[in-house]
């Protein structure tokens, strides 16, 4: 491939025969099994060669010419996120260099984690988070124009990475080149399919690790990462019970993902749902929304229960960390195991998870709902409802 001007541009042809004088004068690049032809040498080539095959691809200035946006934090989050925390941006993208994808956003994610760490970067920041992009321009044969990445590009329209920098290294949304999913959405790849996915895989089997006829409680239970927790122990022969904070969510975890029993933790005696809906106590407790409903939890749990501690939602919003009941008496006489654990430790066995993920969606024995915002300019609004549990399952913006 070389430069012509200010433009140039690449056809990848299969070639029966050519002349060897035009290889010598290096007007073809060979890689691979793949020939290049310079455009301007390009009529010459096909007169004398014979071509059997060719497909075009084009990808001459695309990225030079495209402006990507991007949401800059510039105030710390006092309660819930505002629009007023946030510029939105304008960046003049380079040219791609060789091995380099250009991609474009088509789902961008909001995940309770944005809410949580943006306290420890340093203002003003390029606001984090995974995507799922399409990539638009290539120089990387195994990157093709048209197929779908999952990346952590954060809440930008436009990037340009190369992959084999990223590629098994931790993040929000470990970048992964998807398969083909239909006929499900790509969006799945970052619920069900990704990293919450994968959260709830790793999480329950890995520091839970429940046995058949034990019983599983899960607060949070009705969003991406609690109903996937619910399916999975459901699916491994557990008596499966869930908090979450509406009887519309209850219902549906109990009817449609066959949850045991589902209880709306606001208006629901905490104590007295476990009472009746774990009536032999709780071997297992996946937390992901921590304060007293934990504690609460915790104290009646059977001995040599196990805690898988995913998260603290219930506090994420709130100025000043909340107090609750003494958790040590339950962990001490109890005996509990108490695990926190970030996803990122099973970064090694990442396809593992999504594999087992994927198996059991094609099995009939995954189910998932998506919360879907629409619009780049709205991803403030979709970080806020979800957090105020707008959300059943897995909460999107689709931006494009
Ligand atoms: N450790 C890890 O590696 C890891 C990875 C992913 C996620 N997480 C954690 O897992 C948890 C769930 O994440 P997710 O992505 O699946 O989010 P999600 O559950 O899909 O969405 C957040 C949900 O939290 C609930 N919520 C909000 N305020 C609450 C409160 N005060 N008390 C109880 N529930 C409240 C809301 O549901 P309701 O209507 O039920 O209130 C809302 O739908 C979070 O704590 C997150 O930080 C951890």
Redo the contacts with the bound molecule.
Sequence with gaps: MRRRGHFYFRHQVIIHSFPTDLICHNIFKRKKNYVYLVGAFQNEIMNSAKVFFVTKRFYSGVASRVKAQKYVLTKYFQGEPKNTDFKIIEEDLPELKDGEILTEAEYISV???MR?YMVGYKLPVDMIGGQVAKIIASRNETYPVGKYVTGSFGWRSHTICNPENLKGKPGFSPFTLLPDLTPHPVSLALGILG??GN?AYF?LKEICKPKPGETIVI????????SHVGQIGKNLGCRVIG????DE?CKYLEKELGFDRAFN??TTDIRSALREGAPKRVDCYFD????E?SSTIMSYMNKYGRVAV????????DPQPPKVTILQPAIVFKELKVE?????RWINRWEEGVKANLDWLHDGKLKYQEKIYEGFDNMVEALVG??????????VVKVK
Excluded: H, W
């Design positions: 995940d309770p984690y949580a990293m919450p959260t999480g607060t949070g239970a009705a969003g991406a990462v609690g908090f979450a904070g509406s969510k933790y606001k992901n929304v921590g304060g409903i995913c998260g603290s939602i219930s506090s994420y919003n926190g654990f970030l996803v990122d979800m957090l105020r549990g707008e959300n059943t399952g897995k909460a």
